[in-house]
């Protein structure tokens, strides 16, 4: 696969930015050889044709700030979320820790809600399409918390009128366990539906392994570097 676009970061980063853009980049580095480096540039460089994941709100380009920010005012300590801003994707955080849990979450688990492998990002909308089959549910974000094992929030957006009652009908499906919260976003006031099951705390990294271990040995499993996210590129939401 080649991949046409880049993951621009503002022109100038903090630590965290250059961090998770970084994440983002090796995620799809990953998966493929055919790519134009720099697959990384700053908001200065990023003229030209192909798909941007923008990395905070710096990134993103004047005629799109407001849509950014619109999603950025909307996060909580330790949030962070990926959102669709025109046809892109952008990656931002309330704080430095909610952008990392979003770059770190999403570009390990995608497409998956969560657990790798297993329920997919589609199955959110569908378990809604499904229960509710007048409106067209889409997904406008996710966002992850720090320390916390799940998606967050699934901001959504629909081109008809749904009920608070179908968004909990979806979210107590056992395929929306890791789901903590749906939000509609409609006008004014948005809709929402909380499980009242908060999300589980993320398991402690494994333990490196120790100077000397045995070359050719497996490295230790994990979303980033397991088998289990192979073909799990990021992508539109």
């Known amino acids: ?100 849990a979003a770059a770190d979450a999403y570009s390990a688990r995608c497409p998956f809600i969560w657990k790798v492998p297993g329920d997919q990002l589609s199955g959110i909308t569908g378990e809604i399409n499904h229960g509710s089959p007048g409106p067209n549910v889409q997904i406008a974000g996710l966002t992850y918390v720090k320390g916390k094992a799940g998606v967050n929030r699934a901001f959504l957006e629909t081109n008809a009128a749904i009920t608070v009652a179908a968004l909990h009908t979806a979210l107590n499906s056992p395929h929306l366990a890791a789901v903590h919260e749906l939000v509609v976003l409609h006008g004014a006031q948005d809709l929402t539906a909380v499980n009242t099951k908060a999300l589980p705390a993320t398991p402690p990294a494994a333990p490196a392994a120790p100077a000397g271990a045995a070359a050719g040995a497996p490295p230790a499993a994990g979303p980033a570097n397991s088998v289990e996210t192979e073909g799990a590129t990021p992508q539109p939401l």
């Open 1 to 100: 696969d080649f991949i046409n676009g880049k993951v621009v970061v503002p022109a100038q980063p903090t630590a965290a930015e250059n961090a998770a853009a970084a994440n983002v980049a090796a995620r799809l580095g990953f998966q493929t050889t055919g790519l134009t480096p720099p697959l990384v540039v700053s908001a200065a460089e990023a003229s030209g044709e192909g798909a941007r994941i923008w990395i905070g709100k710096g990134a993103v380009p004047a005629n799109l700030a407001s849509d950014a920010a619109s999603f950025a005012q909307r996060l909580q300590p330790n949030e962070g979320g990926v959102f669709s801003v025109g046809l892109n994707l952008l990656i931002v955080g309330h704080d430095d820790a909610g952008l990392l």
